[in-house]
């Protein structure tokens, strides 16, 4: 594609657990210009609970990963777009687990644009009702609250913020 329009962006939305330092460097030299990274959680027993995970090596593994590709994005400065999407619910993530995992990413880059998800049980967990809009704006207020400058919500009535 970037051979074809020089100035077209390319996006890719991942939940980074595939993403290691050499993959990220192949996909900014292919072209990609923006990157979107969902982390799930902070604690493994969190993101084995989200993602359906039983092996707890392999779910550690996967959660490291992610979070090493956005450290390694923002660490070298690399020249692509990088947003960052914590999904929300609070039958799998505490709000004490999502103001940890503000804090982090706080210290990382307190510009860093943040959205926090409306988690919708789409396939295996159906019977999740979306998170209210308070409640999202709660989420989005703790994430405020620990540094984070440009959170944007995801709600049932759109995107509130920065």
């Known amino acids: ?14 939940n980074g657990t595939i993403l290691t330092p050499g993959y990220i460097d192949k996909l900014t ?4 210009t923006e990157i979107g990274v969902d982390l799930k959680a902070l604690h493994t027993s969190t993101f ?6 039983d092996d707890a090596a392999l779910a550690k593994k996967y ?10 994005i923002i660490t070298n400065k690399l020249d692509v777009f990088l947003g960052v999407g914590i999904p929300y619910h609070s039958e799998l993530i505490s709000k004490e ?4 995992m503000g804090n982090y990413l706080a210290d ?12 919708r049980g789409e396939f295996r967990r159906r019977n999740l009702m979306k998170p209210s809009f308070d409640e999202m704006m709660e989420i989005k207020s703790i994430l405020n609250s620990v540094g984070l400058q ?13």
């Open 150 to 162: 440009k959170v944007i919500a995801q709600t049932s009535e759109g995107h509130i913020g920065p």
């Open 29 to 32: 030299q292919a072209g990609m």
């Open 108 to 119: 990382l880059d307190p510009l860093l644009q943040v959205s926090v998800l409306d988690y």
């Open 48 to 53: 084995m609970r989200i993602a359906g995970l």
């Open 1 to 14: 594609i970037r051979t074809m329009v020089k100035d077209v962006k390319i996006h890719v939305d991942t």
């Open 97 to 100: 687990e999502v103001a940890e």
């Open 63 to 72: 959660l490291k990963n992610s979070w090493n590709a956005v450290d390694y």
